[in-house]
């Protein structure tokens, strides 16, 4: 199995579960979108806010939003029959339409996860369905999105997800057959996760279907739908959930494995020698260090000065372009290497751009925002500052505020050598893709992991490269493991299964 190809595996359970995991994704093709795995680590485009739900009405990452078991004998507060006939009985909502019943209720949110209980109870035939609204106007008025079970779901339509259109007209844009009948009499369990506009169908752990069709209204809210039937539903929770963050790692999916200035084990370190290396050793993702030389043109290189790496002396910020150019940045690791360059971050970029890979820049010593904007300028013109060829990090705050300020769609990492008394406050504080960590300050508080998960917000841990820290970074459920050899890294993963 290959490091593109690995998927991930869920458990199977007892009942019929259904789950829809929607992640923010750029516009939808014309045909259904290939399964890409979430390991390649970024969206193809940034997906903004939605607009017109206002920051404060947001509720927190997994606050319930709604819970209803239908006590009583009235409609809870809140829901609105639009059509069909709605009644609380024997404590569930049973809902009757010969064409489209919809009772809408909840609130706007763009990430959320939209769970049930329902029972078909008489159908006009196994084509009549169910469906859990995604978002729909509370007045239930086109236009609408939802995904629908069938009862006779086996069936290669008995999952959809569709449109109804402005004018009123299906637009199915995705089919599938379960792999269980839902039938009528017996409970079904049905689950959404929904995160922007990406959707993934899941049939008891299994991958059923998925899109990135969906699109998303300013006050769409949730919604039941029935049609051609009589259905009963329990247990409808909806559960906010932390924005999507395609750089956490799945169940059964690997760490990124991030090449540490290159496969800096094997070649000399932020060279485009060592990146090759990287490239070919199957890395996620190439580390480089980016510096401002005298005359302002933006270089690779870690230290602050060129003589640990270099046959020559001197701090990098004082060394014009031409002196750097004449360095010889590989004889000091092997004579294989001399004559090898500092390379610029401009010919970093362009050598990604033409041969693949993608670039975990550290933004260093930059002494203002146009220096920050130099680099990300000379990326910019290779042609890779997208999010899925780009991630910023840095030591310095300062940095990463910079760097949201000039390219707010590019993910970002705080590097740190010891961990803060809050790291999720310093996640929020920056607006943080991910948290990066010495390997050591980590493992020696684990929870830390478990608790930027749960705010959304990714882990990737330096400079690790033993088999026995990258076993306990792997329990620990790091999401990126930062290493000079990738190579092995990589290896060490696939044997893993």
């Known amino acids: 199995m290959t490091r593109e190809t690995r998927s991930r595996t869920l458990r199977p359970t007892t009942v019929l579960v259904i789950s829809l995991v929607l992640t923010a994704g750029a516009s939808a093709p014309s045909a259904v979108a290939a399964d890409v795995p979430l390991r390649q680590g970024s969206p ?19 606050a319930t939003v709604v819970s209803q078991t239908f006590g009583g004998t009235s409609l809870p507060s809140g829901w609105k029959a639009v059509s069909g006939t709605w009644k609380v009985q024997n404590g569930r909502l049973v809902g009757t339409g010969g064409s489209r019943a919809r009772i809408t209720f909840g609130t706007p949110l763009t990430d959320y996860r939209f769970e049930a209980t329902a029972r078909f109870v008489k159908v ?35 999952v959809e997800f569709a449109r109804r259109t402005p004018s009123d007209t299906w637009n199915v ?27 993934t169908w899941y049939l008891d752990g299994r991958k059923v279907l998925t899109t990135d069709k969906l699109r998303r209204s300013a006050n769409g809210r949730q919604a039941l739908l029935v049609d051609g039937a009589t259905v009963s539903f329990d247990n409808v929770k909806v559960t906010s959930l932390p924005s999507a963050n395609p750089f956490l790692r799945g169940a059964g999916e690997p760490a990124l494995a991030v090449a540490h200035r290159g496969a800096s084990a094997a070649a000399p370190e932020n060279t485009l020698a060592a990146q090759e290396l990287a490239r070919r050793a199957g890395a996620d993702w190439i580390e480089t260090d980016g510096q401002i030389s005298k005359d302002g043109v933006p270089y690779v290189m870690h230290d602050s000065t060129v003589d640990r790496t270099t046959d020559g002396t001197g701090d990098l910020t004082t060394l014009t372009s031409r002196q750097l150019d004449a360095l010889d940045a590989g004889s000091w690791f092997s004579a294989r290497y001399a004559g090898e360059r500092v390379p610029t971050l401009r010919a970093q970029g362009a050598d990604i751009k033409a041969r693949g890979g993608r670039l975990l820049l550290e933004i260093k010593r930059a002494a203002s925002k146009d220096q920050v904007a130099r680099m990300l300028g000379v990326l910019r013109e290779a042609g890779i500052l997208t999010p899925d060829r780009v991630f910023v990090q840095s030591f310095s705050k300062q940095h990463l505020i910079w760097a949201r300020e000039l390219a707010p769609e590019l993910p970002r990492g705080y590097l ?47 400079t690790v490269d033993t088999t026995a820290q990258w076993k306990t970074l792997d329990s620990l459920g790091v999401d990126a493991v930062i290493t000079n050899r990738p190579a092995e890294l990589v290896a060490w993963q696939d044997a893993q299964g």
């Open 416 to 462: 740190t050598s010891t961990l803060d008394a809050d790291p999720v406050a310093v996640a929020r504080e920056l607006g943080l893709t991910a948290y990066n960590p010495k390997a050591t300050a980590l493992t020696a508080r684990p929870s830390v992991v478990g608790d930027l998960h749960r705010s959304g917000v990714a882990t990737m841990a330096w």
């Open 44 to 62: 193809a485009t940034a997906v903004p806010l939605r607009q017109g739900s206002p920051a404060t009405a947001v509720p927190a990452p997994g």
């Open 124 to 158: 006009d035939n196994t084509s009549r369905w169910f469906a859990l609204g995604l978002d729909l106007p509370s007045s239930g008025a086109t236009p609408w999105w939802i995904a629908t079970l069938r009862s006779g779901s086996t069936a290669s339509n008995g």
């Open 173 to 199: 844009t995705d089919t599938a057959a379960a792999v269980g009948a839902a039938g009528t009499g017996k409970d079904v369990r049905v689950r959404v996760d929904v995160r922007g506009m990406r959707a």
